[in-house]
């Protein structure tokens, strides 16, 4: 089973819970440079979690230079995400007006980097973890793409700096999906949580 157990209690989100949207991006979608299966699925439900009570809703995105390092032959993806191109736009059906803030990462061409806590490119603003504790951030409630590389990546990194980490198993979407890839992520420190458990609350 993906998500929590049945019986638990609904989760109440509130003014210490943030959102994070990680790298829902055309190049993600089907028909991107690295698209995963079913990744535009999500969208909905995350379109919807946007609308609960969360203290911010908090955007990644992989904004990469032309020549970034993770590309083939010198590295393991397809080119995507090119900074400033169709494929590192946000899709038209995600309702960014939700958004509190966006955070850009791998914006260097000799750097890769996977979680969205690891970018810091010049302003306090853009330092997510000064970002959610300015705000009294406590826990952070992941969904996204890809699951295995930047979810998982950026929800290890929260449990690392202090934040209790959720996932939502229904609004996340990997490139290779099992019982595995949830035993690791929880052995990470993270919950792994439905949208039942997050949809209801006074």
Known sequence: ??????????IQTGPDTALLVIDVQNDFLPGGA??????DTIIPVINH????PFGCVVASRDWHPADHISFRPSGPW?????????????PDALRTEFFTGIISKATSADQ???????????????????F????????????GLVLDYCVAATAADAVRLGFHSMIVAEACRAIS?????????????????TQTELDSGP
């Open 1 to 10: 089973m993906l998500g929590g157990a049945k019986d638990r209690p609904v």
């Open 34 to 39: 690295l698209a995963v299966p079913e990744g």
């Open 49 to 52: 979690l946007m609308t609960l």
């Open 78 to 90: 397809p080119a995507h995400c090119v900074a400033g191109t169709h494929g590192a736009e946000f």
């Open 112 to 130: 890769d980097s996977y979680s969205a806590f690891s970018e810091k490119p010049g302003s306090p603003q853009d330092d997510l973890c000064s």
């Open 132 to 143: 959610l504790r300015g705000r009294g951030i406590t826990r952070v409630v992941l969904t």
């Open 177 to 193: 999906p099992g019982e595995a890839l949830m035993t690791r992520l929880r052995s990470e420190g993270s919950e792994i949580v």
